[in-house]
């Protein structure tokens, strides 16, 4: 073999090398954690303390995999050795390892809170769920590099086993009747998302990502696939939260506790919103129609979500029914459906993961401090906890929209670019339901901070170390996020830029 043949040979054997580490490590950690952290004793902090570790080990190899992309460009893994589109292919680009970034640090995060647990009873059955919640990170972050249909439906059935597996981990009558109206309705979901993947696979005969765009490009093949489009859609809309399919949502999300509640609620919702975005932008040509239907039902999902929130007076139900509002955004940046949208329900997408968590986080610091979660019973925590009463304030405003935090930019990018394309209806809308975020906001800030303890004073009791930093360290993100937006803007406009333009490619 001629010297300069095998150098090229070495070379690219290197750069395939390089191309599984990057794309693998993201999952294969937190994977190989969960296996880990199954095995160690169920009592003791070893599962915590190793779960913290596999979380950070992720987000190492999650910044080294999007510092490694090249530029304005792409990594692509064929496993089995299959070519396409018969193998099953992961893909990195900027917008999937942006976000398996943001899925590692809020792993992070909310593992490092857990490790504020005092050793009782609770704490052994909290120490249960981290192998649980190592493997939701693991099947997030393949959702993320997923180019494939069947690919993505397998990842999404582990997140719902996961999320199952999590409900009723505590083994709580509360727990197991959540664990049950979320397995009802996702199961729907599953189906519908299985039946439309067979559906799509027997009327153009690919699954993968790239090659189901150049196929929808006939346009016989288009009109075939587009019954079975509208069935995957729903599946995801389902799974997204979107009216009227959210009712799962608040009935499960409230008994779960604070680091688990923070990592699910932060991430499910949008990872369904992120595939939405996925399709629609890159992959298939939606109708017109569908795009203004979608955004109706955006504006819906606003309103009642916002109006559930605003009716109830347990934190942990009006934080998961603003889930249901912030999803509303989403769709309606997808409805949008242009470059500067897809940029906005980016840079959107990554603020809501961040501060729903954020909030999660502090309403169990709120519930450490005062001993309950019902507002009507809790106050005095401005008082007893000035400095949680800070970093709670800095996560409202910034649900809220109020500049310069944010959600002020993301709302900002989502309604400039629905003012633009005259789109008023839907963007005063979007601004009127942020005003009734403020009222509910005002409401856990009145009612849980302001007014004086209905019983006596708020609990004395010292909140461990961990948990402080895990709120303080998601708080200073999301203040840098909104005092310096312009390379996170950029990022979000450089990870969308061929979402809806001719010649994208996913």
Do not use: C
């Not at 043949?5 to 294969?28: D, F, N």
């Not at 249960?128 to 993320?144: D, I, K, N």
């Not at 959540?178 to 696979?201: D, H, Q, R, S």
């Amino acid at each position: 073999i001629p010297q300069d043949m095998r150098a090229m040979h070495s070379i690219s054997m290197v750069q395939w090398t390089r191309t599984v580490m990057l794309l693998l490590l993201p999952i294969l950690i937190p994977l190989a954690g969960a296996l880990l952290t199954a095995l160690l004793p169920i009592d003791g902090r070893g599962r915590p303390a190793l779960g913290v570790a596999a979380a950070l080990a992720q987000l190492v190899a999650a910044g080294m995999l999007l510092s490694g992309l090249p530029e304005g460009g792409r990594l692509s893994l064929m496993l089995g050795n299959w070519p396409q589109p018969y193998g099953i292919e992961l893909v990195a680009d900027t917008l999937s390892a942006a976000l398996v970034l943001v899925s590692a640090l809020l792993g992070l995060v909310v593992l490092l809170y857990s490790l504020g647990q005092d050793g009782s009873k609770n704490a052994a059955q909290d120490a249960t769920a981290t192998p649980l919640m190592l493997g939701l990170l693991a099947s997030v972050a393949a959702v993320f590099l997923a180019a494939d249909l069947f690919n993505l439906y397998v990842w999404f059935e582990l997140m719902l086993i996961t999320t199952l597996g999590l409900l009723v981990s505590r083994g709580s009558l509360r727990g197991n009747e959540a664990a049950f109206k979320y397995l009802a309705m996702n199961l729907v979901g599953t189906l519908l998302l299985l039946m439309a993947v067979a559906l799509i696979y027997a009327a153009s005969g690919q699954l993968n990502f790239a090659s189901l765009q150049v196929a929808g490009q006939w346009p016989e093949v288009a009109a075939g696939l587009r019954p079975y489009l509208g069935l995957l859609l729903l599946a995801l809309l389902l799974k997204a939260g979107a009216l009227p399919l959210f009712a799962w949502l608040p009935a499960s999300y409230p008994v779960l506790p604070p680091a688990v509640l923070a990592l699910v609620g932060g991430l499910l919702t949008k990872v369904a919103a992120y595939v939405l975005l996925r399709l629609t932008g890159q992959v298939f040509a939606v109708p017109e129609l569908w795009l203004e239907a979608l955004g109706w039902l955006a504006l819906l999902t606003m309103f009642v979500g916002v109006l559930g929130a605003a009716y109830h007076w347990d934190v942990r139900r009006i934080l998961a029914l603003h889930i249901v509002s912030q999803v509303g955004y989403l769709l309606l940046g997808i409805a949008l459906a242009s470059p500067a949208a897809a940029a906005g329900t980016t840079y959107f997408a990554i603020h809501n993961i961040l501060v729903k968590a954020n909030l999660f986080l502090i309403a169990g610091l709120m519930f450490a401090s005062a001993g309950h979660y019902d507002l009507r019973r809790i106050g005095g925590l401005y008082a007893a906890r000035p400095l949680l009463a800070v970093l709670f304030l800095i996560s409202a405003f910034s649900l809220v929209g109020v500049p310069p935090s944010t959600g002020f930019w993301g709302k900002f990018m989502l309604l400039k670019e629905a003012f633009e394309q005259q789109r008023y209806v839907w963007g005063g809308g979007a601004l009127a339901v942020g005003l009734l975020t403020l009222y509910s906001m005002s409401k856990i800030w009145l009612e849980g901070f302001w007014k004086a303890h209905p019983a006596s004073t708020a609990s004395a009791a010292t909140i461990p170390p961990p948990a402080y930093a895990a709120v303080l360290l998601l708080t200073g993100l999301i203040l840098v996020m909104g005092l310096y937006p312009e390379p996170f803007i950029h990022l979000a406009q450089v990870a969308t830029a061929g979402f809806w333009n001719p010649g994208g490619v996913p």
